[in-house]
T-cell receptor
Framework: AQSVTQLDSQVPVFEEAPVELRCNYS??????LFWYVQYPNQGLQLLLK??????LVKGINGFEAEFNKSQTSFHLRKPSVHISDTAEYFC?????????????FGKGTKLTVNP | NAGVMQNPRHLVRRRGQEARLRCSPV?????VYWYRQLPEEGLKFMVY????????ESGMPKERFSAEFPKEGPSILRIQQVVRGDSAAYFC????????????FGSGTRLTVV
């Protein structure tokens, strides 16, 4: 079954530093990948998605991710983080086909941005 | 243009009571998904519904849990005879069509069983 693995459960960084949150997926013929962000006591918000085409995907809030088929990765990056980026980030992959599709999520990475 | 509306935001139930969680999808979305979130475990898929149909309930516990999405009204996740282990955040998401384009999530219902 398709799945995603988020390699880091917690990532602390200082404000204005770059950050990379790692996500690896299990291999499949066709891959749709997503990153979501969850702020405390809120639902999940879509940051970006890869469906096809360019392997570099730009999302909201200055985040981007690169789809790497050979390494089965979809790492999330931001060149300079803000305090307000402190949140939990989830990688997800679409599984299923033919009308029974759903998203399967990783366990999440808690990003803490310190002043 | 309201997003996914879930209510209540917080729900406290005593062991043995029933919990009913409601979800109104984005207007025009006919696909609804329920997920459960426990600390350190991420989001676990529970059930996928379309209007009046359960499409995939592979993540639903076999007993005490049920879900519906009637022709009119919100989707309901029902937990009968709640136990402490049911305490979690329950999220509903909706999509216009295929999940391949991503979901819109609600703010969740936080269930506490005392």
């Amino acid at each position: 079954a398709q799945s995603v693995t988020q390699l880091d459960s917690q990532v602390p960084v200082f404000e204005e530093a770059p950050v990379e949150l790692r996500c690896n997926y299990s291999s499949s013929v066709s891959v749709y990948l997503f990153w979501y962000v969850q702020y405390p006591n809120q639902g999940l918000q879509l940051l970006l998605k890869y469906l096809s085409g360019s392997t570099l995907v730009k999302g909201i809030n200055g985040f981007e991710a690169e789809f790497n088929k050979s390494q089965t990765s979809f790492h999330l990056r931001k060149p300079s983080v803000h305090i307000s980026d402190t949140a939990e980030y989830f990688c997800a992959v679409k599984v299923g086909q033919g009308g029974s599709e759903k998203l399967v999520f990783g366990k999440g990475t808690k990003l803490t941005v310190n002043p | 243009n309201a997003g996914v509306m879930q209510n209540p935001r917080h729900l406290v139930r005593r062991r043995g009571q029933e919990a009913r969680l409601r979800c109104s999808p984005v207007k025009g979305h006919s696909h609804v998904y329920w997920y459960r979130q426990l600390p350190e475990e991420g989001l676990k898929f529970m059930v996928y519904l379309q209007k009046e149909n359960i499409i995939d309930e592979s993540g639903m516990p076999k007993e005490r849990f049920s879900a519906e999405f009637p022709k009119e009204g919100p989707s309901i996740l029902r937990i009968q005879q709640v136990v402490r282990g049911d305490s979690a955040a329950y999220f509903c998401a909706s999509s216009r069509g295929s999940a391949g384009y991503g979901y819109t999530f609600g703010s969740g219902t936080r269930l506490t069983v005392v």
